[in-house]
């Protein structure tokens, strides 16, 4: 399976008081990644936005925390496919303590459903968009 990597930095605004990345905030680094991966697959939200007035949105996240990342530490985030419908997506996200010891700190399972941005209904992902995703699983990001 292909993945996407990208890095980010753990800043103060991540951590609480003891230094230690808040949970909450992985759901806002795997944002980032998501839309990253994507836009790397030749799949840009926004242009998905302007040209079919389609969105992904998060139906369902399921994060299991492994070791904590701290305040400076560098983390890499791995994202891949790992299946495919008419109207959704279901990625794996791997968050590793990338300046550590490559320690994984968390996994999130992330199903991503494609609405209309009209009445937000479910909608089917345009072909273009379908093989330009299906890259993540194929070896071409």
């Known amino acids: 399976m292909a993945t996407h990597k990208?890095?980010?930095?753990?800043?103060?605004?991540?951590?609480?008081?003891?230094?230690?990345?808040?949970?909450?905030?992985?759901?806002?680094?795997?944002?980032?990644?998501?839309?990253?991966?994507?836009?790397?697959?030749?799949?840009?939200?926004?242009?998905?936005?302007n040209t079919s007035g389609l969105v992904f949105v998060v139906r369902k996240v399921d994060i299991r925390y492994r070791s904590p990342l701290r305040l400076?530490?560098?983390?890499?985030?791995?994202?891949?496919?790992?299946?495919?419908?008419p109207a959704r997506?279901?990625?794996?996200?791997?968050?590793?303590?990338?300046?550590?010891?490559?320690?994984?700190?968390?996994v999130l399972d992330v199903e991503l459903a494609c609405l209309s941005a009209k009445d937000m209904k479910p909608a089917?992902?345009?072909s273009r968009w379908c093989d330009a995703i299906?890259?993540?699983e194929a070896g071409e990001v």
């Open 134 to 136: 299906k890259k993540l």
């Open 72 to 85: 400076d530490d560098e983390m890499e985030i791995e994202t891949a496919l790992l299946s495919q419908t």
């Open 124 to 126: 089917k992902i345009p």
């Open 6 to 49: 990208i890095r980010f930095r753990v800043y103060y605004e991540d951590t609480d008081a003891g230094g230690i990345v808040y949970h909450a905030r992985y759901l806002g680094f795997a944002e980032r990644a998501r839309g990253e991966a994507m836009r790397s697959a030749g799949a840009s939200v926004t242009e998905l936005l």
């Open 89 to 106: 997506l279901v990625l794996q996200q791997t968050v590793r303590n990338y300046s550590g010891s490559n320690e994984v700190a968390a």
